[in-house]
């Protein structure tokens, strides 16, 4: 009776086996899924963005200038100046305005009667009258001022002027209106005006530069001058307890401290070609010109 139900019960368990459809996976299917969940945690909800972990990027070069307070440096020996340690350094060559070295300019040239040879740049009474006046837009507030330039007319004559004057508008760019005593080298003052090429000159001289403040300075404002520069000056610095600070120029050819920073102190004068030169000493005496003893390399 034991082993009759033991066979029936195992027959019944075949019959069912050989009744389920084959591939069903049942609820088998839902049980691994929940034990996989269970496992792996919460999945992600669609459409969030999951955010990769930064990565660090490469440090970026940077560039340090040197601060305003450091001194020029320079492998040539430092020039010796009134009063004071001096220092030339070169500086970008960009210095340079609309005159620059090495380029030639065509025009026209003019004249007019120069006087005592004093004029816009405020230089004074002239030891010659080979000077000029530069056409507004060159003159460029003053950076043409002090300049030596070659001027070639077409006839094959030439002569070297010093621009101490502005030739207002409508002189136009290119024009030199000369003096009559140096238009007078080139050709009969009758011509009138007269097609001229010139160009900058870094002249010979044995002089040095001079520094002059205006009528008027005091130590709450005050106005800067050189004077006797070879080469044309582009920019002029005044030292502050920060460093260095670059003054204004005036069309009449002083740079500015309005608020008399630097009035009296060191100066630092730059050249076209960019070199620097650091003048110490200077009494702030208005109205004087006071002599240093440094000038600009010759190019």
């Known amino acids: 009776m034991g082993i009759s139900a033991v066979l029936a019960a195992v027959g019944v368990l075949v019959c069912l086996a050989f009744a389920l459809p084959p591939g069903n996976g049942g609820d088998a299917g839902a049980t691994q899924s929940a034990a996989s969940a269970a496992t792996t945690g919460p999945s992600t909800p669609t459409g969030t963005a999951v955010p990769a972990a930064p990565t660090p990027s490469a440090a970026s070069p940077s560039v340090t200038n040197p601060p305003p307070s450091a001194p020029p440096t320079s492998a040539a020996p430092s020039p010796a100046v009134a009063g004071g340690a001096a220092g030339a350094a070169p500086v970008p060559a960009s210095s340079a305005g609309r005159i620059k070295p090495g380029t030639s300019y065509q025009g026209v040239a003019t004249s007019y009667d120069a006087a005592d040879g004093n004029g816009a740049c405020l230089y004074g ?27 070639r007319a077409a006839n094959g004559a ?59 300075s005091t130590r709450w404002w005050c106005g800067i001058q050189v004077i006797g520069h070879r080469n044309p000056v582009a920019a002029l610095e005044v030292r502050t307890g920060s460093g260095w600070r670059q ?40 109205d004087v010109a006071q002599p240093t003893r440094v000038q600009f390399t010759r190019h």
């Not at 024009?175 to 870094?202: C, M, N, Y």
């Not at 608020?259 to 005496?285: A, H, M, Q």
């Open 158 to 216: 030439s002569i070297t002027v010093r621009i101490v004057n502005e030739c207002p508008l409508p002189c136009a760019p290119g024009q030199l209106d000369l003096s009559h005593e140096a238009f007078a080298k080139l050709a009969d003052l009758s011509v009138g005006r007269l097609s001229i090429t010139w160009s900058l000159l870094s002249p010979a001289t044995s002089n040095t530069m001079s520094i002059r403040y205006k009528t008027g």
């Open 125 to 151: 009474p002239s030891a010659d009258l080979m000077i000029a006046a530069m056409n507004h837009t060159d003159y460029e507030s003053a950076r043409a001022c002090g300049a030596s330039v070659l001027v």
């Open 247 to 286: 003054l204004s120029r005036t069309d009449y050819n002083y740079f500015l401290s309005p608020d008399g920073t630097g009035c009296g102190g060191p100066i630092r004068v730059t050249d076209v070609y960019g070199e620097r030169l650091t003048v110490d000493g200077v009494p702030l005496r208005p």
